[in-house]
């Protein structure tokens, strides 16, 4: 909450995004619990909008929220008018959650206007701080961040099942004339089974039977739709030939799990994917702890073409390069350093202490090397 504030005093508009059930209309209502709320997926308000654009915010003078506004894309001209005439910062909260619709209405009519807060399901701080941390983490991957997982009694595998269903008959309609829909429930699944692998869309669309540009347009929605994300390879080569794919990650475990087949924390413990959630928790930490801050997520992996690899790399703020590896093991092993090793003689002073982030339960430093509980990813 604290970034959306900080936005509203230097925006006039402050735009909420992220994945649908990721809480932004809560957010939203609660930071700015004086202005009036709207919702357009209200069949009555959307149609006054769409015909009476400028009729429709003549209402709100002092401001408003307005939700799902992507519903009514002919608003952010009028809104341009509004807020260059009487440029009051934070008068105008605008949530949605899909990203072409509000993003490409926000660059092409409200550039330089809007603060923009992307928000994803709850982090394992905010979990902690709301005393709804699961015990183990198996419990953690397997139920992932979606608030209502956690704010009701519901199992993950029932909430999760509706929300498949609901994102592939809403949204993709909206998005894609997809005419086999089970093609594409098939397609994310086989999305998920590569969570924390190098992409390689051409296998990807093959394995789906699709084309490879069919596969790039239906990544490019989950994609947008805040469901995966794609780390790029860091660019420097330290004097080695690097690969030029991303990794692909899913942006909450919980909803990659249920795409696996996985119904219960005790069979994610011997799964085979469960190295690769546990990478793809660690990822989407990370980048959720620098959204909430205001910040871009600008997380890079580094790998050359023989295979060395550092799981993650990003800029701290004195300007070096933080390098993260991922272990799922709860007991630490001497060869967990090897990598990192090799990669800090190639990268010589650019380096911070690098962090090792494993599935065990104490948090220390060994070896010049801090390493990491699960339980204190919010502390990074």
Not at 110 to 115: D, H, K
Not at 159 to 165: D, E, G, P, T
Not at 268 to 292: D, P, Y
Not at 313 to 331: I, M, R
């Amino acid at each position: 909450m604290q970034t959306t504030l900080r936005l509203a005093k230097g925006f006039p508009i402050v735009a909420i995004t992220g994945p649908r059930q990721s809480g932004k209309t809560t957010l939203a209502r609660a930071a700015f619990p004086d202005l009036p709320y709207l919702s357009l997926e209200d069949p009555d308000s959307r149609e006054f909008a769409l015909a009476d654009p400028r009729g429709f915010l003549a209402r709100f003078s002092e401001g408003v929220v307005l939700d799902e506004v992507q519903r009514c894309p002919a608003l952010f001209s009028y809104l341009q008018g509004i807020v260059d005439e009487k440029p009051v910062m934070g008068r105008f909260v605008l949530t949605g959650s899909q990203q072409f619709g509000m993003l490409s209405s926000i660059t092409q009519s409200l550039a330089g206007r809007v603060g923009l807060v992307q928000l994803l399901p709850f982090s394992l701080e905010e979990l902690r701080d709301a005393g709804s941390l699961p015990e183990t983490l198996d419990d953690l991957l397997w139920r992932g961040g979606y608030p209502p997982i956690h704010d009701r009694a519901l199992d993950p595998g029932d909430w999760l099942a509706n929300y498949v269903a609901t994102y592939l008959e809403r949204d993709v309609r909206q998005l894609l004339a997809v005419k086999d829909l089970g093609l594409f429930q098939r397609f994310v699944k086989l999305c998920a089974a590569r969570t924390g692998q190098i992409l390689n869309l051409s296998a990807l669309g093959a394995d789906c039977g699709i084309a490879h540009v069919t596969a790039r347009e239906w990544l490019g929605v989950l994609e947008a739709s805040y469901l995966v994300t794609l780390l790029r390879p860091y660019h420097r080569n330290y004097g080695k030939r690097l690969i030029k794919s991303p990794k692909l990650y899913f942006l909450d475990t919980g909803l990659a799990a249920y795409l696996l087949g996985i119904r219960d924390p005790t069979s994610l413990g011997i799964h085979a994917q469960r190295g690769a959630l546990f990478e793809t928790l660690v990822v989407s930490e990370l980048i959720k702890a620098r959204l909430n801050a205001g910040r871009t997520a600008d997380i890079h992996f580094w790998r050359d073409s023989t295979g060395h690899e550092v799981d993650l790399l990003f800029e701290d703020d004195a300007g070096k390069l933080q390098a993260v590896e991922v272990k799922s093991g709860a007991t630490f092993a001497g060869d967990w350093v090897d990598a990192i090793r090799r990669w800090q003689r190639l990268a010589g002073e650019e380096t911070s202490t690098p962090w090792i982030v494993y599935g065990g339960e104490e948090s220390y430093e060994r070896q010049g090397i801090r390493t990491v509980s699960w339980r204190d990813l919010a502390s990074l």
